[in-house]
């Protein structure tokens, strides 16, 4: 049984699909846990979540994230689950260098299940290392790419701010 959203849901949105739910639950951002659930500890609710028809997993932002990403994805279609499910690292430009060898480790063939979700694009802005970063994961065999919007919300979510980024 799949998820779907509620009858008569009307988003506020237009100009492109909305094609899934998104889930967080693993996330586990360092910049707010005191400590880590181990990533075999997580298999149980990975599978469920998958189950459940999420496609869509937000996977982490930790140090090991990458590998351990690395893993669950071999697990996991090893055991024939993964189809189009995508699993999200959120990079922060401003602190992702060091991880990046974790991420050329990563197998070829399971790249495409990894989505780069990009925060902090602004900065460095003037020496466009967002543009440059996309690039390298684009020549390290990574195509799922997303940005994340919420910087644009950082004081409150008001009609002009949700104005202007629908408007692009």
Known sequence: MYMS???????????FALDGILDETLREGSERCLFSVSTPD???LIRSTL???IKDVVFGSGPDDPADIAKVVKALQGEGLLKDQKFAFILLLNCFRPLMPQFARIPAALRRFVTISFGMITHDSESQLFERTVEEFRALG????????LNNFD????EKIYASITAH
């Open 155 to 158: 004081r409150n979510i008001d």
């Open 51 to 53: 189950h459940a028809g």
């Open 42 to 44: 997580k298999m149980p």
């Open 5 to 15: 959203f509620p009858k008569g849901h009307i988003p506020r949105y237009s100009d």
């Open 142 to 149: 990574y195509d799922n790419f997303r940005v994340s919007l």
